[in-house]
T-cell receptor, first 114, second 114 residues
Framework: AQSVAQPEDQVNVAEGNPLTVKCTYS??????LFWYVQYPNRGLQFLLK??????LVKGSYGFEAEFNKSQTSFHLKKPSALVSDSALYFC????????????FGSGTRLQVQP | SQTIHQWPATLVQPVGSPLSLECTVE??????LYWYRQAAGRGLQLLFY??????ISSEVPQNLSASRPQDRQFILSSKKLLLSDSGFYLC?????????????FGPGTRLTVL
């Protein structure tokens, strides 16, 4: 069965500094990986996805993620954090087996301090 | 462009009462539809998904049921709510076809069972 791990409950970073939110996965076959962001009392917003090709994926709001097959990781990054980036971030992997649903990690709360 | 609606936005219901949450999608045809529950502002649990009218797959045995009476309408129901049904319910859609299509989420319904 596939799974996603987000080892950090919370990440704190100062505004203007680079940020990284970690994600590791376990899946049989080729992974389809996604990052979503959730603001308080809102639905999830899609940020980016990795399907195949270039290991560095660029997404919305200046975010990018690096796929590393040997480390089974898909860390989310941004060169310069904004206070408005403070939110809950979810990594997800598309299920194998044909059901097309996503398996989500437990989420990481990003706090950007001014 | 595509949009997804959920209503109501918030709901407070007594234990033992029935439930009906509605999700509709505009601007696309034959979408895959999903119901998730998010407890305590963290991880998402897939409840149901549907690849077509009348086709419902249940992920977790529980007090809830889902129906898809129309192509772009997805309903989550219960005959008798339990305290443990409280949570944030999210509907999502994805395009049919490639299984790596991202999911797009609605604004959610906050359900409190008292």
């Amino acid at each position: 069965a596939q799974s996603v791990a987000q080892p950090e409950d919370q990440v704190n970073v100062a505004e203007g500094n680079p940020l990284t939110v970690k994600c590791t996965y376990s899946v049989s076959g080729n992974p389809y990986l996604f990052w979503y962001v959730q603001y308080p009392n809102r639905g999830l917003q899609f940020l980016l996805k990795y399907i195949t090709g270039d290991n560095l994926v660029k997404g919305s709001y200046g975010f990018e993620a690096e796929f590393n097959k040997s480390q089974t990781s898909f860390h989310l990054k941004k060169p310069s954090a904004l206070v408005s980036d403070s939110a809950l971030y979810f990594c997800a992997v598309r299920d194998t087996g044909g059901r097309r649903a996503l398996t989500f990690g437990s989420g990481t709360r990003l706090q950007v301090q001014p | 462009s595509q949009t997804i609606h959920q209503w109501p936005a918030t709901l407070v219901q007594p234990v033992g009462s029935p439930l009906s949450l509605e999700c509709t999608v505009e601007g696309t045809s034959n979408p895959n539809l999903y119901w998730y529950r998010q407890a305590a502002g963290r991880g998402l649990q897939l409840l149901f998904y549907s690849v077509g009218i009348g086709q419902i797959s249940s992920e977790v045995p529980q007090n809830l049921s889902a129906s898809r009476p129309q192509d772009r309408q997805f309903i989550l129901s219960s005959k008798k709510l339990l305290l443990s049904d409280s949570g944030f319910y999210l509907c999502a859609w994805s395009s049919p076809g490639p299984t790596h299509n991202e999911q797009f989420f609605g604004p959610g319904t906050r359900l409190t069972v008292l």
